[in-house]
């Protein structure tokens, strides 16, 4: 079945975002934290030409960090690989070889 693979930002990423993305207030119901609403920056295609959103995440510093697409490949599907951009920063990149499948 062909359809599109959402590869997501790599595990360094999230890391980065979990530690220093801004969060909501704590829940008084639950008591969780939650992530604050994501701005809507960007969206790409995929294969049927449904639209997929790109992201900016608040950072705790007043910087923020974007999300791109790096790249895609292909297998029964478009594989989607999401990049992240800190402003006034670093970038968070897949690299090849997990991109390409190579060890």
């Not at 909501?24 to 920056?41: A, F, N, R, V």
């Not at 997929?52 to 960090?65: P, S, V």
């Not at 029964?76 to 499948?101: C, D, H």
Request: aromatic share 12%.
């Amino acid at each position: 079945m062909r359809q599109d693979q959402f590869m997501g930002i790599t595990e360094e990423a999230a890391t980065f975002l979990g530690k220093n993305e801004v969060k909501s207030d704590k829940c008084k119901t639950c008591g969780c934290i939650s992530p604050q609403p994501l701005e809507e920056i960007s969206v790409y295609c995929g294969m049927f030409g449904d639209e997929h959103t790109l992201f900016r995440h608040q950072l705790k510093d007043g910087r923020y960090a974007d999300e791109f697409l790096q790249t895609y490949s292909w297998s029964s599907g478009p594989m989607f690989f999401i990049g992240i951009k800190v402003n006034q920063g670093r970038e968070f990149l897949w690299t090849q070889a997990a991109i390409g499948g190579t060890p």
